[in-house]
């Protein structure tokens, strides 16, 4: 059973919902974001609630898209 399973909060600072995902530290920028992260984060992995990783998805998806624009892979 994972951490999420188990209850795990979301990292966010000032949020205390119940985390619903996690991601990899390294995947995502959190100062780009605006995140603040509640304390040092250990195992390189982000618990994130609903609303927090919403915001986060979506930040992914513009910089996914903005790369391969870069490497010339137009739609």
Known sequence: MGRVKKGQVCLVAGCEEEAVRSLSLASIDVRELGLQLKT??????????????KEV???????????KWRRGGFP
């Open 40 to 53: 040092e984060v250990r195992g390189g992995k982000v618990y994130l609630c609903r609303k927090h990783y």
């Open 57 to 67: 998805k979506k930040y992914l998806r513009k910089v996914r898209r903005l790369e």
